[in-house]
């Protein structure tokens, strides 16, 4: 089937899913990820589940059992390569939400906002000199990218160069990858007064970044916002995020 787990990639992630419940006999852990890897690489309703994959009530309680658990953060934790990321790469890219969507109480906030597209959401990531994801995060589609680059970059290898675009030319910013060992290769701003050490050749690597987000927008549920709740959302762009490491690994044995 396609898009559905390899033997090697089933051996990886089965000992970080929770224990297995006595009781009455329930679907299988592998048929049901693979009925949620469907959803996030084709888009369609969970309604729309294939009988295959088990009932498509099962499949969405347990990916937001899971998703309760830490079960997605606690894999794309084990599996990617933080320690090794001497380079790290920061960006933002913007999707449109589903106009289904984007009916929030009022007072709500689910990381919806306006934007030239509309209601948006907006994807932050940080990744490594490969363009695979390190720490991923969502806000609304107004929030300026500078106000999440401390939060992206927190708990990732301190010391390191940082590449990232004019939008994140601020000096707290700077100050804030020194304080920690690392050098912050940003281009300045056309109003910045004092000189900064730049290198253009090493920005040139910065597209890495820019590869990453066109690889989860591969992912229909990632391309498009189709969750009202912003928790729901975050958790299919982390599977997207495991599923790129799970490829490397595949491609390695």
Sequence with gaps: MRHALTDAEWRLIAPILPCKPRGIPRVDDRRVLNGIFWVLRSGAPWRDLPERYGPCATCYNRFVRWRCAGVWDRILTAISHR????????????????????????????????????????IHAVVDANGLPLHVAITGGQQHDSLVARTLLEGLPSSGMVLADKAYDATDIRMFVSSRGGWATIPPRRNRRDPICFSPYLYRHRNQVERFFNRIKHYRRVA????????????????AAIRLWLRVYESAA
């Design 83 to 122: 320690d090794d990321a001497e380079v790290q790469m920061i960006d933002s890219t913007i999707v449109r939400a589903h106009q289904h969507e984007t009916c929030v109480r009022s007072g709500g906030r689910e990381d919806l906002g306006r934007s030239r597209g509309g209601l948006t959401t907006k």
């Design 224 to 239: 498009t916002r189709c969750e009202k709740r912003a928790a729901n959302f975050l958790a299919f762009l982390k599977l």
